[in-house]
């Protein structure tokens, strides 16, 4: 019997992404097109590992044939297992409809049926079916919060045997967590490209360029009250094209966060559920606000403010606007 011929688990929800269990059907249920195709690898991967003769189809479940699952499911001559991957399902015809609701009565043998869904209502009535039977759903959601993508950069590196410090793990995510399969993309430069202990002059040696990391770096170093270098990194950003707008926006969400810890007590675990910040930047707005006063934060938080509207229009000059921003923080930070 094919890993595909299994009872698959009972319950929707709970699988991982990264270690899919193999059923006659699997549903790939979200937006993330990379964790989608990082999850249906895992599927090929598994059944080609058991029988390397594994025949693939794929269709599409928009522009779907009546009677073509049917087929292409029926055995072929020499009896190889299959996998058929449909994709669309959230634009699915009504043929695929009502031909995926009968199959997955009544699955064919040594076959494997890999659903792929954006997300949406559209064939809510064959997700239902499929939950009811206890078909293994996978979530394919994009990751929204910085400790997320923080989580999934580490993975990548353990998975690697790889080791990254804390920092590092940061400085990347920064620089490139916009988007998780550039993020995936960037640990495996970085576990192909170096060796030993991944740091962060590494990370910046790789993506210290990118918008992000240039905006993080300059508020990191604005809050921490080292105008040069504040002022430096601001000047080479704003000559290679740096827009204004994400720089002060990076301002912005580094003296947010110091005003939050600012004077609170408890740990970073509990003030990050608290406030809504991952434990790490609950340490790292703590050692920022070392240089704070409450006036000096009341300070900064209006000067933004009002840079802020001087980069989106407000201003004939924003770039002097950020740089009055920028020298106004450091220089609070000192007091």
């Known amino acids: 019997m094919t890993p595909a011929a299994r009872t698959a688990p009972r319950g929707p929800g709970g699988a991982d992404w990264r270690d ?3 059923a006659p059907v699997v549903l790939l249920f979200g937006p993330e097109d990379f964790i989608a195709s990082r999850a249906t690898d895992d599927v090929r991967r598994k059944l080609r590992a058991h029988n390397p003769e594994l025949e693939t189809t794929s269709l599409d479940a928009a522009h779907y044939t009546a009677g073509r699952l049917g087929m292409v499911a029926s055995p072929s001559l020499f009896s190889e297992p299959k ?3 449909v994709s669309a399902l959230a634009s699915m015809s009504d043929d695929f409809l009502q031909d995926a609701l009968a199959y997955i009565k009544d699955p064919a043998p040594d076959v494997t049926l890999l659903l792929v869904h954006a997300g949406g209502t559209r064939g809510k009535k064959l997700l239902d079916a499929l939950k009811a039977l206890g078909a293994p759903r996978i979530e394919c959601l994009p990751f929204k919060k910085d400790n997320e993508k923080m989580q999934f950069v580490s993975t990548e590196f353990s998975l690697a045997r790889r080791r990254i410090d804390a920092e590092a793990v940061r400085a990347l995510v920064a620089a490139v967590g916009a988007s998780l399969s550039e993020l995936a993309a960037a640990c495996s430069q970085l576990i192909a490209d170096t060796s030993g202990m991944v740091s962060t002059d590494m990370v910046d040696k790789y993506y210290g360029g990118r918008v992000e990391a240039t905006a993080f770096r300059v508020a990191d ?9 504040a002022l430096s990194t601001l000047r080479h950003a704003l000559a290679t094209g740096v827009d204004p707008v994400p720089l002060v926006g990076a301002l912005a969400m580094k003296v947010r966060q110091v005003a939050k810890v600012h004077g609170v007590r408890g740990s970073s675990a509990q003030l990050a559920r608290d406030l809504g910040m991952s434990p790490w ?7 920022d606000a070392a ?3 409450p006036p000096g934060l009341a300070t900064a938080i209006k000067v933004l403010a ?10 004939k ?9 920028v020298m106004v923080i450091a220089t ?3 007091r």
């Open 332 to 334: 609070e930070a000192r």
């Open 281 to 287: 930047q609950v340490d790292s707005a703590r050692r």
């Open 306 to 315: 009002e840079a802020d509207a001087q980069v989106k229009g407000e201003a």
């Open 20 to 22: 899919v269990p193999l």
């Open 291 to 293: 240089h704070w006063s």
């Open 221 to 229: 170093a604005a809050l921490a009250g080292n105008a040069p270098v």
């Open 83 to 85: 996998l058929i991957e």
């Open 317 to 325: 000059d924003p770039v002097y606007a950020v740089e009055h921003a």
